[in-house]
C-alpha cells in the first residue's frame, strides 16, 4: 500500500499570503496518478488538480501543483478567504488508492 | 453535468450489514468505473472500493471481506453493502466517478454529497 504524507498538518495564514502544502509517498507515483482535492466543511471533497499539475475544470490560477515521484506540492498564490479548507492528496499508482491524511489550512 | 445521490438508513445496528444506493443521473453509468469512499468523523478519507459498469469490482483488502459493491445498469445506479459493522464503521458514505482515467490521468470526480451513516443499538 502507498502511504502518503502530508504536511504540515495545519497551516495558519493570512488571506494574500502564499500556501505551500506538500505530500510524500512512501513509493514513486506517476504523475498522471496523483490528484488534490479540497474540502470544505460539511461539503464532499471537490477535485482541484490531476495528473500532479493539470487544474481541473473552474479552478482559479492560484492553485498549482507540482512534482514527481514521491514529492508533490500543492501551492496557492494568494489566498483568498474561500481557500481556508482542508486539502488532501490522493493516488491511483497502485491499488488501493490512498489519500493523505490531510492539510488543513485555518485563517490566522 | 452527472451528479450522484446516495441514499440509504443513516443508522445501522453493530452487527447488521450497512447498504447504500448512489443514483447517477444527467449521464449514463455505462462505460465508467464508480468508487464508494468514506470518512469517519472529524478523520480523513478511505477508499473502499470500486465497480465497473459491466460488474467487475476492486476492493480495499481492509474491507474486503465484508463488502459488496453492485451496479444496476437499468436503474444507473451502484450499491454498497458492508457487513458485521461496528462503531468503526460510522462515517460520511461518498460514492463518485472513477477512477476516470481519461486521457492518462486518474480522478474521482464527481461526487455525491455524502451521507452519515452511524453503527450503534
Known amino acids: 500500500e502507498i502511504v502518503l504524507t502530508q504536511s504540515p498538518g495545519t497551516l495558519s495564514l493570512s488571506p494574500g499570503e502564499r500556501a505551500t502544502l506538500s505530500c510524500r509517498a512512501s513509493q514513486s507515483v506517476s504523475s498522471n496518478y496523483l490528484a488534490w482535492y479540497q474540502q470544505k ?21 492560484r492553485f498549482s501543483g507540482s512534482g514527481s515521484g514521491t514529492d508533490f506540492t500543492l501551492t496557492i498564490s494568494r489566498l483568498e478567504p474561500e481557500d481556508f479548507a482542508v486539502y488532501y492528496c490522493q493516488q491511483f499508482g497502485g491499488s488501493p488508492y490512498t489519500f493523505g491524511q490531510g492539510t488543513k489550512l485555518e485563517i490566522k | 453535468q452527472v451528479q450522484l445521490q446516495e441514499s440509504g438508513p443513516g443508522l445501522v445496528k453493530p452487527s447488521e ?42 476492493y480495499n483488502p481492509s474491507l474486503k471481506s465484508r463488502v459488496t459493491i453492485s451496479v444496476d445498469t437499468s436503474r444507473n445506479q451502484f450499491s454498497l453493502e458492508l457487513s458485521s459493522v461496528t462503531a468503526a464503521d460510522t462515517a460520511v458514505y461518498y460514492c463518485a466517478r472513477g477512477p476516470d482515467c481519461t486521457g492518462g490521468n486518474c480522478v474521482f470526480d464527481p461526487w455525491g454529497q455524502g451521507t452519515l451513516v452511524t453503527v450503534s443499538s
Open chain 1, 41 to 61: 466543511p460539511g461539503q464532499a471533497p471537490r477535485l482541484l488538480i490531476y495528473g500532479a499539475s493539470s487544474r481541473a475544470t473552474g479552478i482559479p490560477d
Open chain 2, 17 to 58: 450489514t450497512l447498504s447504500l444506493t448512489c443514483i447517477v443521473s444527467g449521464g449514463s453509468i455505462s462505460s465508467y468505473y464508480w468508487t464508494w469512499i468514506r470518512q469517519p468523523p472529524g478523520k480523513g478519507l478511505e477508499w473502499i472500493g470500486y465497480i465497473y459498469y459491466s460488474g467487475s469490482t476492486n
